[in-house]
């Protein structure tokens, strides 16, 4: 079954220091999608990407924030500057066309900023 | 405004057990609804949805989720529980038009006691 796939795993950033998190959406897929997680919270939706632009945002996506696809097949989501509440469990998601077929996220980079 | 509300932070039950979660949802019109499950440090896994048609909807492991329109609710179900349920649950709504961001509940964390 396709899968998207995220990298890494796992990351650990010092504040104030940039990170790119890197999704690589199932191919045929034409919507894009971030969502975070704080611990023990609830899944929160960040930003949507389609036609190669972002297509909707939410209100904790501000300038640190960018999203990119870069090369057709890779979809990152760029945090120019951490600060320690950015720590979370970042998600990436797509979907064919509309919502008939339901997201399929991929198992997620967990950000810890120190 | 859009909200969905999973009323049971965390629920025990005993292997073999039934089990029921539930979800209620704020939403101006009827939209998709969906249940994910995410076990310890994974993603989140589509377990089922509903668009439209039969209320009763089956999904995976077992799974089973009812929607009562009279009572904004979607809740899920499962006859007869398994130590490898024990996972966060999450419903999740969606519009029913175009492919645009989900909405999640706090989730209901699943212990299954032996």
């Known amino acids: 079954e396709p899968e998207v796939t995220q990298t890494p795993s796992h990351q650990v950033t010092q504040m104030g220091q940039e990170v790119i998190l890197r999704c690589v959406p199932i191919s045929n897929h034409l919507y894009f999608y971030w969502y975070r997680q704080i611990l023990g919270q609830k899944v929160e939706f960040l930003v949507s990407?389609?036609?190669?632009?972002?297509?909707?945002k939410s209100e904790i996506f501000d300038d640190q924030f960018s999203v990119e696809r870069p090369d057709g097949s890779n979809f990152t989501l760029k945090i120019r500057s951490t600060k320690l509440e950015d720590s979370a469990m970042y998600f990436c998601?797509?979907?064919?066309?509309?919502?008939?077929?339901?997201?399929?996220f991929g198992s997620g980079t967990r950000l810890t900023v120190v | 405004a859009q909200s969905v509300t999973q009323p049971d932070i965390h629920i025990t039950v005993s292997e073999g057990a039934s089990l029921e979660l539930r979800c209620n949802y704020s939403y101006g019109a009827t939209p998709y609804l969906f249940w994910y499950v995410q076990s310890p440090g994974q993603g989140l896994q589509l377990l089922l949805k509903y668009f439209s048609g039969d209320t009763l909807v089956q999904g995976i492991k077992g799974f089973e989720a009812e929607f009562k329109r009279s009572q904004s609710s979607f809740n899920l179900r499962k006859p007869s529980v398994h130590w490898s349920d024990a996972a966060e649950y999450f419903c999740a709504v969606g519009p029913p038009q175009g492919a645009q961001k989900l909405v999640f509940g706090q989730g209901t964390r699943l212990t299954i006691n032996p």
């Open positions: 998601a797509s979907i064919a066309t509309g919502m008939n077929y339901g997201y399929t």
């Open positions: 990407f389609y036609n190669n632009e972002i297509s909707e």
